[in-house]
């Protein structure tokens, strides 16, 4: 039996092929590079059905992963999270059938965690024995842990300003880690001569190309969620993007092999007001993005001035005739508290904006009222306390609420 | 098609009987009550295997919980968490074969969520508007979160020195929150009184019948993912004891309808060294515990100096051959570090304080080398940053890694 379909490596940019059985990073042409499958040998032997009694994480695709020996695996039980239904938050936007998948529910509580791992378990096949990375902070922590569970060597570095919970999970799991007085670009500029100077692997978004095969594991959960049907639309908050660009591949590779069929979901790209270069790209219909000066934002893990796959991001956003969006931090903040009170979720910030952006695409009529529209929650709202400060009574023992009131 | 075989409601202190139909609290003679199925019918009638098919939640256990009708079902996707080998972990400790039961991947990231999906969807059908509860944090974060979702109002008082981001947790979901500058028995006086004087439905530990259900089904999965066979030990940290009550009756009502067979796993509770109240009854061979003063410790959702549940704790481990376990704080602040370092898994220190005995309990030999251990794993370590505070150097932009050092 085929564990993986795994074909080779090829580039999005300038069709260079590479092989996947070597570590590869970056084209010669400086683009990523993207996983390729034997998807007509795939359609031929696997059946959509055959996944059914399989366990409930994203290995259950395994045919559609890079990993060619189970044994190379290195998992913490990440995947198949759920896709709720919101019928009172969906009422409040005036649409019919909004859900939400729910990032929150995977090892380190960020949809990172499928990204690290694919990467790690394919690093590990390749014999990779240490990385290094950049991160705001919720990558680096998912790395890290899988990094320790595979027994490989971590450098990380983030951002001073990045979620301070992700410092624990990052130096608990024993991987080196630094902090930058900077944006994540400057970290990245750190790793890049870390990178030349030891030789480690580099794991930088999209530098390494096994993590989109994580991150596009959402895709194909939406659809087989959804009885292999693909909704309307698909909104995701965007940084560096390999989520979209994930989403994008994996439900153009299920419509290939014949376990979907029909138009795909519009993708909208989701950013923060003071750091949206793909929203500007967009609006001026470029292909690429440029670096965006002084961003900045609640919403951390959408910092991101300059993403490496902003053609790709773009490419997706165009190919499903999608949107791109930027949200205020305070639209973001007051959509984080409305879906707790109204929905009892506790989403971060960067779902957050997803949501605000859903509201405001409904109200400019691009959404209608009764496609159905899934909101990517990328990660869980507990990892970011600075966002949701309250102010709390506090009583003596012995005090009495009736009266304490 | 039976949804549910609920059948009525007893007391396991002097055996009487209650409707489930109408809203109970504690039987008169003070004892929490326990739920009862009509187990006969269920095993005429429904197969281990007939529930292969379904979703990857508690709920698949539905004929097996309280609810009636499906529509009462209060869901955020709960359940069915993975169950990790720890290969790694198990050779430095010595044993062959130990898992854990990993209950951050739930809604709000600790397992109180199971018992706050289960009570509240079943406070809802029976009509309930308005609760109250006292609360160690976790709890008091899950039920006001699914009580946003069925729309109940929720009153929540916790201790001020609870983990401070389940006070988002309430705050966000729309609960009324106080905080108290004294322990969870005290909040619970509070509680007690608001109960009194506004007639709402007492939501504490066991005074509603229905979060033990929802707990169970740790047991029930742990069954089924080991293939319906069960594990030789179980280590459950034990604050309330409630999740150790759950599991029990899961693998006796297992046993009961023929899923499982054989004898009962030995079921351990693990106390923190200052906060020991079953670890002393225990050793003192007593049916009940004393209330423990001055209790402290850094494990927060185990500092419970008096539980009412504790003699079904103690019947719990006395009739499993089970024991009960004591450890420092200091131990279990190594074993959350050395869990992360070796596995990559970035627990809470409730079950890193289970981890610890483990460790002591295969030194002593009550554990022996080729024993199936399960640790249950409460909850997710990112919501106790406290406990996990690091040292990191700081670079400044364009510095360089290997010089730095």
Same mark, same amino acid.
């Given at each position: 039996m085929t564990f993986s379909y795994i074909s080779h490596l090829d580039c999005p940019s300038c069709g260079n092929r590479y092989d996947s059985n070597q570590v590869q990073q970056l084209c010669s042409c400086g683009s990523p590079l993207l996983v390729r499958y034997k998807l007509d040998e795939l359609k031929e032997n696997v059946?959509?059905?055959?996944? @059914?009694?399989?366990?409930?994480?994203?290995?259950?695709?395994h045919e559609l992963? +890079? *990993? @060619?020996?189970? @044994?190379n695996v290195v998992s913490? %039980?990440?995947?198949?999270t759920p896709l709720l239904e919101l019928p009172r938050l969906g009422e409040e936007y005036g649409i019919s059938h909004l859900y939400m998948k729910d990032e929150s529910l995977v090892p380190s509580g960020s949809f990172k965690a499928r990204g690290a791992a694919v990467g790690i378990s394919k690093a590990k096949e390749l014999g990779v024995r240490a990385f290094a990375m950049p991160t705001n902070g919720n990558a680096g922590a998912a790395w890290a842990l899988y990094a320790a569970r595979a027994g490989i060597e971590a450098t990380i570095v983030m951002p001073i300003d990045a979620p301070s919970i992700t410092r624990s999970e990052v130096a608990l799991s024993g991987a080196e880690l630094y902090l930058v007085n900077g944006l994540i670009s400057d970290a990245g500029k750190i790793v890049a001569q870390k990178v030349k100077d030891d030789g480690v692997y580099d794991a930088s978004t999209l530098k390494e190309p096994y993590r989109i095969e994580g991150k596009k594991t959402m895709g194909i959960e939406i659809a087989e969620q959804l009885g292999w049907e693909m909704p309307d639309v698909i909104l995701y908050p965007t940084g560096g993007g390999v989520g979209l660009i994930g989403i994008h591949k994996a439900l153009l590779e299920l419509k290939e092999i014949g376990w979907v069929t029909g138009k795909l979901p519009r993708l909208v790209a989701v950013q923060a007001e003071n750091c949206a270069p793909i929203v500007k790209a967009w609006e001026e219909k470029k292909e690429r993005s440029e670096f965006w000066d002084n961003s900045t934002t609640i919403?951390?893990?959408? @910092? *991101? +001035?300059?993403?490496? %796959?902003d053609f790709l991001v773009l490419r997706a956003i165009y190919e499903t005739e999608g949107a791109a969006v930027a949200v205020s931090d305070e639209e973001l903040l007051t959509e984080q508290r409305n879906a707790a009170r109204t929905e009892g979720v506790f989403i971060c910030p960067e779902g957050a904006a997803a949501f605000a952006a859903v509201r405001r695409l409904k109200q400019t009529g691009w959404?209608? *009222?009764n496609e159905k529209v899934v909101v990517l929650n990328?990660?869980?709202?507990?990892?970011?306390?600075e966002t949701a400060q309250v102010e709390v009574p506090v009583l003596e023992i012995g005090d009495r609420l009736s009266t304490s009131k």
């Open positions: 059946s959509r059905e055959s996944i @059914n009694g399989r366990n409930a994480d994203l290995w259950r695709y992963l +890079p *990993v @060619n020996d189970p @044994n913490l %039980g990440e995947g198949m919403a951390f893990g959408i @910092n *991101v +001035p300059k993403a490496l %796959g959404i209608k *009222v990328t990660g869980a709202g507990i990892k970011y306390p």
